[in-house]
């Protein structure tokens, strides 16, 4: 049986974690099914990147969460309209799994437009990570309930084993970790935050870490954009590179956060990992995703709506939190993503499915493959396309420049020439007029 999973390949590799987690559970789910590791094989596929062969061959196809529901600057909307359009003429079932409701603000055309892809036969089964409420008005006359489950990056701990008790093991003192993003991420989500404005919000929160002997990094979840913008913050305000943390993987995401105490996050996934590794979090509100997970694992006053998120207000929480040593990931809040795996899985094999895994053996098959050098030349290569696009965009931005340049010099050396034409025939109408006015007569 040939499987494909379907998600964002991207050098912000809180998506990266979320295909990595979800390959681990669809196999441990298949295998208490019945199956066998020789009864099926898992594919990869970038939505952004539709692969038809891939599709047409596969026996069925997973989306395996982030994301990609909603209008939004992601643009994934169109890509997932194609995939289930070929899956529905080729009759290969399709479940949606854990899929974020980004930005979901549909007009008449496109919440229509929604409701067809929803309703087409090969979509089997939906799970979203946030409020199956939002997502129901759009799901009108479907096959399924939509159910709520965890972003599949919650199972993180468990992958991550080895790498997660060196870090802790090497830990010294406390340490707050302070995440920075592009600046053009709030305009992209229609928050007025500016790059000037992060970076008064950093540079206040790390003045009070150092007035109060409090120790702190700052890291980015890997993007190329963040990194840069983290750089150039850092520079301004003066933080010296030792207490900067640029992860090039996956795993150093993990290693980064699984060091911290307390988490002061951004990106949603620095503090879905966070959750995941038992370390408490807080998070500013830039789009409506933050406040459905915090609200999902019990602690809607850590999503702090960002009118409300003062560094002074954000530091006297870290400091908080930072003695709040019972933080757990809750095991019932993960087990909603296997139990639905297991249960659509199920239906769609045929095979009975009345004797899920309890959470210790998940949790104990999940680990038996930790994350390898195959995920991290995924995030290498990734990583690489990444920069080599941004490098090309810069170069062809360059090359513009360069061209306009050579074309105002061109404008200019025609007006320069136009204007001496102009200069020499005026100069000798002038020099006339001033002579007769002077002698009364032509000048010879």
């Known amino acids: 049986m040939k499987i494909l999973t379907v998600s964002f390949f991207d050098d912000n590799?809180?998506?990266?974690?979320?295909r990595i987690c979800f390959d681990r559970l669809l196999t441990v789910a298949l295998k208490n099914l019945g199956c066998n590791d020789g009864d099926f094989v898992i594919d990869n596929m970038h939505i952004k990147e539709i692969d038809e062969e891939k599709i047409c061959s596969a026996d069925l196809i997973l989306f395996s969460g982030g994301a990609m529901f909603g209008f939004n600057n992601l643009g994934s909307f169109d890509a997932i309209d194609a995939i289930t359009a070929l899956a529905d003429e080729k009759g290969i079932p399709v479940v949606f799994s854990s899929l974020g409701i980004n930005n979901?603000?549909?007009?008449?055309?496109?919440?229509?437009?929604?409701?067809?892809?929803?309703?087409?036969?090969c979509i089997r089964a939906m799970s979203v990570r946030e409020s199956a409420n939002i997502f129901t008005p759009y799901a009108e006359g479907c096959s399924f309930d939509i159910v709520s489950v965890c972003d599949p990056?919650?199972?993180?701990?468990?992958?991550?084993?080895?790498e997660i008790a060196e870090v802790k093991a090497a830990k010294k003192e406390p340490v707050i970790g302070i995440n920075v993003v592009r600046g053009g991420l709030f305009k992209?989500?229609?928050?007025?935050?500016?790059?000037?404005?992060?970076?008064a919000y950093i540079k206040e929160l790390v003045d009070l870490c150092d007035q109060k002997g409090v120790e702190y990094r700052l890291f980015t979840n890997g993007s190329v954009l963040d990194?840069?913008?983290?750089?150039?913050?850092?520079?301004?305000?003066?933080?010296p590179d030792e207490k900067l943390i640029v992860p090039d993987s996956t795993r150093e995401v993990v290693r980064a956060i699984a060091g911290f105490d307390t988490v002061l996050a951004i990106r949603m996934h620095a503090a879905i990992i966070s959750y995941a590794l038992d370390i408490p979090s807080l998070?500013?509100?830039?789009?409506?995703?933050?406040?459905y997970f915090y609200k999902s694992i019990g602690y809607p006053d850590r999503a702090l709506k960002m009118e409300f998120s003062t560094p002074q207000v954000v530091f006297r929480m870290a400091q908080e939190l930072l003695e709040d040593k019972a933080f757990k990931a809750d095991e019932a809040y993960l087990m909603t993503l296997y139990d639905f795996l297991y249960k659509t899985l199920g239906a769609i094999l045929k095979k009975p499915a009345d004797s899920p895994y309890a959470f210790t053996e998940v949790s104990h098959m999940i680990g038996l493959k930790e994350s390898g050098v195959d995920d991290d030349l995924v995030d290498y290569r990734t990583k690489i396309r990444r920069g080599r696009h941004c490098y090309q965009a810069l170069f062809n931005s360059d090359m513009d420049r360069r061209q306009q340049i050579r074309d105002l010099k061109k404008e200019v050396k025609e007006m320069k020439a136009l204007a001496d034409e102009y200069k020499e025939k005026y100069e000798s109408k002038l020099t006339v007029k001033i002579y007769r006015k002077l002698f009364g007569k032509k000048k010879k």
């Open 283 to 291: 998070d500013i509100v830039w789009n409506e995703k933050i406040p």
């Open 13 to 18: 590799f809180g998506d990266m974690l979320i």
């Open 227 to 239: 990194n840069n913008s983290m750089a150039y913050i850092a520079k301004q305000i003066g933080v």
């Open 104 to 121: 979901m603000h549909a007009d008449e055309e496109s919440g229509a437009r929604l409701n067809a892809i929803l309703r087409r036969k």
């Open 188 to 199: 992209a989500n229609a928050k007025k935050w500016t790059l000037d404005d992060e970076q």
């Open 153 to 162: 990056a919650v199972w993180t701990k468990h992958i991550y084993r080895s």
